[in-house]
């Protein structure tokens, strides 16, 4: 009986052992980086499939990968990942070891990496910026093994979502709308090319893909006024055909959108021409 226990012990020890040296000789050959493993021998962890947990801010704190630390974790967007496959960027002495063990999502877009900049908070950032944030938040989601929540400005203490979360969600789909809206602009109004040289100034013209919109007719170059914008760009304007948005078949001047209200020609240019120099 106690022969047979010992067996079963040292058994189990054995295959734990084994399964350790495995798997940190692994990650260690792959990564040269070590940190303490003594907390995280359950096979679960191993698979990769740990039950989610709660975290608070202080708890995520120990998981920046230092010698004494549970582990090498982040956060985004209150959503915790388990960055050990990323440990070369991520350990203390990685590039990026500021995101390590704490909920930063603002830094990644705004590039403030002081500690008023590595917060949690995306209040107020531009549509640009909250595109931003779904790339890096899609890109934890596939490429790092989710872990857990952090409790507080985006999950409560149930783990359930916070007004702040469905806000920046909801931001989130605002920024991707705008996008949609802004490739639709530019296959009617395609940007301009356009050259800068000290002699000769400035100068835009048309071709037939400029603005990177391959299409079929060229265009002549207009001030285009964007609601919203305060400067205009300069856009290619279609010259025949019936303006966008209304069908072949109604009655119209063959003007494409030369007579769209959201555009002025450019001074001292022809309104034919597919160039115009620039009034310095
Ligand atoms: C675009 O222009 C080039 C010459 O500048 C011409 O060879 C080509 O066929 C044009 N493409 C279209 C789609 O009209």
Known sequence: MNIKSTGNISSITFIVMFGFLFYTGLHEGLL???????????????SNKRPVDLFTPEELQLYDGGLDSKGLYLAFLGKVYDVREGAQHYKPSGGYSFFAGRDAT???????????????????????????????????????????????????????PTQALQDALAAIEKAKANKRDEA???QIFPPCNSEWSAEKGGRVW??????GIDRNW???????Y???????????????GPPSGSS???EHENRGDLDSPLLKEYPNCSPESVTCSLSP
């Open 32 to 46: 040269g980086f070590t940190y303490c493993f003594a907390d995280t021998l359950d096979s679960s962890k191993i």
């Open 106 to 160: 603002r830094a990644y877009v705004t590039g403030d990496f002081s500690d008023e900049g590595l917060i949690d908070d995306v209040k107020g950032l531009s549509n640009e910026e909250m595109m931003g944030i779904n790339n890096w938040m899609e890109f934890y989601d596939s490429e790092y093994v989710y872990v857990g929540k952090v409790v507080g400005r985006y999950y409560d203490k149930d783990g359930h």
């Open 218 to 224: 060229i265009g002549v170059p207009r001030k285009l």
């Open 226 to 240: 964007r609601p919203g914008e305060t400067e205009p760009r300069c856009a290619c304007v279609r010259t025949s």
């Open 248 to 250: 072949d078949t109604t």
């Open 184 to 186: 639709e602009e530019k």
């Open 206 to 211: 048309c071709s037939n893909k400029s603005g």
